[in-house]
């Protein structure tokens, strides 16, 4: 989700746009999905004409523009003007997210409204504010930055980052696509130019199929040479860069579907696809996990050793990010290896974990549990409906997630990408309220007679 405001002096102009049919008619079927005083859809322009933007927007200016006019504003851009009293925010997801209903996004506005310190809940003196929708993947936010009580105009501190951490919580809550962080921890997301080249394609965004690729073949890898075979492996085109020396210093990797105009294919660095999974920072797992051992471990083996790093997390002695930076190698490892039905919610979950601000290098915990997601891939197939482990396995993740979301108390947002991830695991929308998954296969097996 991503957020980006503008200043201006005219309310009356910014709405005339929002209403309007946009540069090249991309507007369709604009409509207040909420506004300041909880009439919401009571705001809606009456319509004077047969088109679907012939609208009467005087009286939803008038009443906008109001509190301006009694603080004795121009509503016209000044000669010697600075920054505008008007507070313009577009809202905008990822092309790969689903599409929200009205009633989300109204939610939505009132949430990042009162992070930013714009409009805060049960404020009724605070600025007119109306939140429009005209296309599925966003809203316009426009706010006149005068308090109604007093006529005095404000500004918000620090409102650019405030919208950042507000879109992160939103996102982890919802189950959306994660975007980039203050500290480029996130994985990178598909541009608008690729998601439109997929959808005419019909197929996945490049950039997605290979992020996970290259995720599954660095946990099965060891060295460079292993990882260009494995992900030879996943049917992907693979260049290493190498120096004069010999040594390898970067690579490369392109999907043969994704074609230039010429037929050559499009290549992204690892460093394009997740900070992760640049060269430098595979080459320091490697070496911290050490060669990959190649013996199996049975589900039930691997959920006894996520519990014992929940019990670590929950007692403090073990640090939250080592223990998520092996849970979402566990994770990789089962959306390579479960049923493919199974395998989307678990790279989902993965992928909330990654954009969590992963550290430069794994402690003890995040190793052994990387040591026993490599030991998992060598399954051909994990059922995990299945009388094997599998279903204790999952608990245990949910269990292990859910624990360091609760030592995450610095990070709100990393708390909620969590408990996201507690959810996707089982299977549950990440909207679905947050259970409590249980420490051991006793209260599991009464918590399933409960729900029979």
Known sequence: MIAKVVHGWRAGGL????????????HVRPRVVASW????SGWQPEQRGPGEHDLELGPLIRAMQAPAVAAGLPLREPRDAGRGYVWHCSVRLSGADRVLPDEQWAKIAREVLHDAGIAERDDPGGPRWVAVRHADDHIHIAAVL???DSSKRFWPRNDYPKLRASAQRIEARLGLTVTPSADGAASKRPTRGELAKSERESRRPARDVLRGAARRAALRASSVEEFEQALQREGLLVEIRRAPSGDAIGYKVAVSPD??????????????????LSLPRLQQRWEEAGPVEQRRIRPSSAADQVRRVADAVEAGKAAPQDAADGLGDMLTALSATTDPSDRFRFAAAADRVRGTRPRQSAGGEGVDLRSVARRLLLARRLAIGADNGGVELTFALARLALAI?????ARPWARAAFMAAAQMVHGVSPDAP???HPANENEREQQVRTRG
């Open 259 to 276: 074609l230039i105009a010429s037929g050559e294919p499009v290549f992204y660095s690892g460093s394009q696809l997740a900070p992760d």
């Open 434 to 436: 947050v259970a409590r």
């Open 405 to 409: 979301a609760e030592r995450s108390h």
């Open 37 to 40: 005083d909880g009439r919401d």
């Open 15 to 26: 709405l005339a746009y929002l209403f309007g049919p946009g540069v090249a008619d991309e």
């Open 146 to 148: 005068v308090r109604q």
